[in-house]
C-alpha cells in the first residue's frame, strides 16, 4: 500500500515478456550498467532515489518482484515512469529487478552533511501572515492524507468543506505532527522528506530529506525540535522544528557488541519533555530528552536480570541526553498511559505485550495479548473508576480491553474482523474501529463499541463492498469522519450520536486524517 503500483495484477502482463526464452548462448546481461543507463538519472545513482522514488528493498513496500518488473516493463500510469518493454529485453528486465531488490550499498551514508544538503527553506517566517489567509476555526481543521495520488486536503471541521489541497510527497506514512498552537504541520514520507507546511497561509515552507528510509516522525510538546526515526540508515535524527536544520544524528548503536538497529518509531513524552524511541533489532528502549536542563542520567542504563541490579555507565545530562533502558527482546509498536509512566510494546518474535516502566527504567509486566495487537491504535477512558486501553488485533477479529491497574484483560470484544485503527473522543461514550484486515465481507465495515457496556452496538458500511477505515473525531467531539479507503474513496461524516449521514467528499485513498485541536491537546481518544 506503501507506492501507488499498478495493480498487482499487472504481474501478469510481464508473464508473457518473461517466457519469451533468450536465446540460450546471450550473456547475462549487465544490471548495474543498465541501471546507471535507464534508472540513475530519475532514481539516483545509489539508487536513493531523485525525481523518482529510491529503489531499495526497503522503500519498496509490499511490492513483490514480479510486481516491479511489471512496472518496469509497463511504466507507471499518472507518473513520469515509463514503460521499457520496446528497448529491454525480458532477461534485462528480469537483471534489473533482481538489482533493485539487492541490499543497499554497505557504505550507505546519510549525515548530518548528506541531509543538510537537501534542506530548503521555501518561505522565510517573516513572508508568513500573522492570520489565517481563509474564514474558518484553524484550530478544528483536519489534514487529510490522500495516498492514492499524494496529496493532502485541509478541511474546514465546522463546514465539512475543502479549503485546499495540495501535491505532497509520494508515500507519506504515520501521523502528521502539529506545531503546539496548531499553525504549522510537519509531514513525512517513507522516502525520508519532511515537509513544514503552514496551515495559515497554506503552503509548504521547508522541506529536508531526513533519511533513505524513514517511519515517522515527532515533534517535541514545546514546539523546538522534529525527531526522525530511520530504517536507513540506522539513525534518530533531531531537526530544529524552525527551519528543520540539523541538530543532531544519532547513530542506532547498541550498547553492548555494536550492533545496529533500524529505528521502528519515535513518540513525544509531553510530560517527561523527552522522546522515547522504538528499536527494531535491538533488546533497548531509548528515551532522548528535549529538556535544556535534564537532570543527570546514565547514558548506560542497563537492568541487569543475572545480577538484579542496574549499572550506571556514564552520566550526561541536558539537552538530548540519551538514557537506555535494557528489555529482554526488540520491542515494537509503542503505546503509552496518559502520564507517560507506562509504555506498553509487542515483542513480535516472542507474541508478547510487555509493559515497560518509564520511571524505573525496566519491564514490570506481560499482558496477555495474542493476535498481533497494534498497540500503536491503542486508546484509553476512565470507566466506573479504572483507566482501561483498548487495542484491536491485526490477526484476530477483537478489540482487546485491558485494565491499566493490573493489566488484566477485562474483555475481548468479537468484531466482524481484525482491525487497524480504533479511535474515540473524551465527549463520546463510543470507540470505533474498523476490520480493514479481514476478508471481503468484513472490510467495508466500521463498528461502533459502547465504552461503558463494552458491546459492539451498531454497525455502518459507510459504502458496501468498499474498504472502510481510519476515524478522526471533529474537536467537539460531536462528528466522526470515516475514511472509503479507495483510490475513488470518501471521507464519510457522520453524526456521532444518532449515527446518521452528514457529508460525503470524495477523496483519492484517504489514507488519515487528523483533526488540530484534538492533536494538539492530546485528546482522549485519538493518536499523538
Ligand atoms: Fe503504519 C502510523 C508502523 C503499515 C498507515 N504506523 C504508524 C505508526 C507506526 C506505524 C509506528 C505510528 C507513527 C506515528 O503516527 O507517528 N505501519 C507501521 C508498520 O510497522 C507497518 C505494519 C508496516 C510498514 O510497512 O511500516 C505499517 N501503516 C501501514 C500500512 O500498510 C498503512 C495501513 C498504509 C500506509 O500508508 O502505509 C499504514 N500508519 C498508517 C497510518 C498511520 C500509521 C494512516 C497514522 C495513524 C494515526 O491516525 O495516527
Known amino acids: 500500500m506503501r507506492w501507488p503500483w499498478p495493480d ?19 550473456a547475462r546481461p549487465d544490471a548495474a550498467t543498465l541501471y546507471s543507463q535507464r534508472c540513475a538519472a530519475c532514481h539516483g545513482a545509489e539508487r536513493l532515489g531523485g525525481r523518482g522514488p529510491a529503489l531499495l528493498p526497503e522503500n519498496m513496500g509490499r511490492l513483490r518482484p514480479p510486481q516491479a518488473g511489471a512496472v518496469i516493463a509497463r511504466g507507471r500510469p499518472a507518473t513520469q515512469m515509463p514503460g521499457f518493454a520496446d528497448t529491454l529485453s525480458p532477461p534485462e ?6 538489482f533493485i531488490y539487492s541490499p543497499a550499498p554497505p557504505d550507505l551514508r546519510w549525515g548530518a552533511t548528506e541531509i543538510e544538503e537537501t534542506r530548503s527553506v521555501l518561505v522565510p517566517p517573516e513572508r508568513l501572515p500573522a492570520r489565517p489567509v481563509f474564514d474558518a476555526d484553524p484550530l478544528n481543521l483536519f489534514v487529510v492524507v490522500e495516498t492514492g495520488d499524494h496529496h493532502a486536503t485541509v478541511l474546514d471541521g465546522d463546514r465539512f468543506a475543502p479549503i485546499h489541497r495540495f501535491p505532497t510527497r509520494p508515500a507519506l506514512h504515520g501521523g502528521p505532527k502539529f506545531s503546539p498552537d496548531g499553525r504549522f504541520v510537519y509531514l513525512m514520507s517513507r522516502d525520508g522528506w519532511v515537509t513544514k507546511y503552514d496551515l495559515y497561509s497554506l503552503q509548504p515552507v521547508a522541506e529536508v530529506r531526513a533519511g533513505v528510509n524513514s517511519r515517522n516522525v515527532a515533534l517535541s510538546s514545546d514546539g523546538r525540535f522534529v525527531a526522525v526515526a530511520n530504517y536507513l540508515p540506522h539513525s534518530l535524527v533531531l531537526l530544529d522544528a524552525g527551519d528543520l536544520s540539523v541538530k543532531r544524528v544519532v547513530p542506532a548503536v547498541a550498547l553492548r557488541g555494536g550492533a545496529t538497529s533500524r529505528v521502528s518509531a519515535v513518540y513525544d ?50 539537552l538530548f541526553a ?61 470507566r466506573e473508576g479504572r483507566r482501561l486501553l483498548a487495542t484491536p488485533h491485526l490477526k484476530e477479529p477483537q478489540v482487546s480491553v485491558i485494565d491499566m491497574a493490573n493489566w488484566g484483560v477485562v474483555a475481548r470484544i468479537p468484531t466482524d474482523g481484525p482491525g487497524f485503527f480504533l479511535r474515540s473522543h473524551e465527549r463520546t461514550p463510543y ?22 457496556s463494552l458491546e459492539v452496538v451498531r454497525r455502518l458500511r459507510p459504502a458496501p463492498g468498499r474498504t472502510a477505515a481510519h476515524v478522526e473525531f471533529t474537536r467537539d467531539g460531536r462528528h466522526a469522519l470515516v475514511s472509503v479507503w479507495e483510490d475513488d474513496g470518501a471521507v464519510v461524516v457522520y453524526d456521532a450520536e444518532s449515527f446518521e449521514e452528514v457529508a ?17 491537546t492530546l485528546s482522549e481518544g485519538t493518536s499523538h
Open 8 to 26: 498487482p495484477r499487472a504481474a501478469a502482463l510481464l508473464a508473457p515478456l518473461l517466457m519469451t526464452a533468450a536465446p540460450a548462448a546471450v
Open 93 to 98: 528486465i528480469e537483471a534489473l529487478t533482481a
Open 269 to 318: 513524552a509531553r510530560p517527561r519533555r523527552s522522546f522515547i524511541v522504538a528499536m527494531k533489532d535491538i533488546p533497548e528502549v531509548w528515551e532522548v530528552s528535549y529538556d535544556d536542563n535534564a537532570p543527570p542520567v546514565y547514558t548506560g542504563l542497563v537492568h541487569s536480570h543475572e545480577k538484579g541490579m542496574v549499572e550506571g555507565l556514564a552520566a550526561s545530562a541536558g
Open 322 to 382: 540519551l538514557r537506555r533502558i535494557a528489555v529482554e527482546e526488540p520491542l515494537d509498536d509503542f503505546m503509552f498511559d496518559p502520564p507517560y509512566r507506562s509504555l506498553l510494546g509487542s515483542a513480535r518474535e516472542g507474541g508478547r505485550t510487555v509493559v515497560v516502566n518509564l520511571t524505573v527504567g525496566r519491564p514490570v509486566a506481560t499482558v496477555p495479548l495474542e493476535g498481533l495487537p497494534h498497540l500503536g491504535s491503542g486508546i484509553t477512558w476512565m
Open 431 to 452: 470507540a470505533w474501529t474498523d476490520s480493514m484486515m479481514g476478508g471481503p465481507g468484513a472490510r467495508d465495515t466500521i463498528q461502533v463499541i459502547d465504552k461503558r
Open 504 to 520: 460525503r467528499l470524495p477523496m483519492r485513498r484517504p489514507s488519515g486524517k487528523y483533526n488540530v485541536f484534538n492533536k494538539i
